[in-house]
Nanobody, 120 residues
């Protein structure tokens, strides 16, 4: 059974940085993709970034390009989201997700979420 556990959320001032982690377990993740989504209060869940576990190719939402960086450590089975230049509109619960390559991340496995709050 795949398990995803997020950590690293917290309260930060606008312009600050946080690094989220997603520890994955339960199988080997070659031919899988992982990603980050977020849900702000009163809003729909939105895609943030994704990474292919084997090749490392990445994709980002326009709203975070140039500020957020997704990466993974294959040896630790852990995915990261480095978030710089945070703004109040980045306030949300951030979730990691995982699924086979070619299958929607949204239909795969999910973590429990970690709260990120950015104060102005």
């Amino acid at each position: 059974q795949v398990q995803l556990v997020e950590s690293g959320g917290g309260l930060v001032q606008a312009g600050g940085s946080l690094r989220l982690s997603c520890a994955a377990s339960g199988r080997t993740f070659s031919n899988w993709a992982m990603g980050w989504f977020r849900r702000a209060p009163g809003k729909e869940r939105e895609f943030v970034a994704r990474i292919n576990w084997s090749g490392g190719s990445t994709a980002y939402a326009d709203s975070v390009k140039g500020r957020f960086t997704i990466s993974r450590d294959n040896a630790k089975n852990t995915m990261y989201l480095q978030m710089n230049s945070l703004q109040p509109e980045d306030t949300a619960v951030y979730y990691c997700a995982a699924n086979w390559l070619g299958v929607s991340l949204a239909d795969g496995y999910w973590g429990q979420g970690t709260q990120v709050t950015v104060s102005s």
